[in-house]
Nanobody, 122 residues
């Protein structure tokens, strides 16, 4: 049984930074990613990373500001978010799958966390 638990969300001013973490229990999974969902909007991809970290993908809206990484020894996924903007406000979800790396295609992810709220004030 795979469980994903996010942490690190909070309230930050525009231009600030936050680091999200996702602790995975059960086993190490091939592909992991971050998604987000703002009020009244569909869940959208943010970033994804392969098992060894060699491959990453980002949504255009976060490129150059967000960095995804993972520590397989700790079974933990991270999302470093810099230069945050009010439009980044959303619930951020960790996701994972044991399929081969397929980027930020939401359909391929089998496991999801409960989410952590990120609020960016202007």
């Amino acid at each position: 049984q795979v469980q994903l638990v996010e942490s690190g969300g909070g309230l930050v001013q525009a231009g600030g930074s936050l680091r999200l973490s996702c602790a995975a229990s059960g086993r190490t999974l091939n592909t992991m990613g971050w998604f987000r969902q703002a009020p009244g909007k569909e869940r959208e991809p943010v970033a994804a990373i392969s098992l060894n970290g060699a491959r990453t993908d980002y949504a255009d809206s976060v490129k150059g500001r967000f960095t995804i990484s993972r520590d397989n020894a700790k079974n933990t996924l991270y999302l470093q978010m810099n230069n945050l903007k009010p439009e980044d406000t959303a619930i951020y979800y960790c996701a994972a799958t044991n399929r081969y790396y397929g980027g930020i295609n939401r359909a391929q992810y089998d496991y999801w966390g409960q989410g952590t709220q990120v609020t960016v004030s202007s």
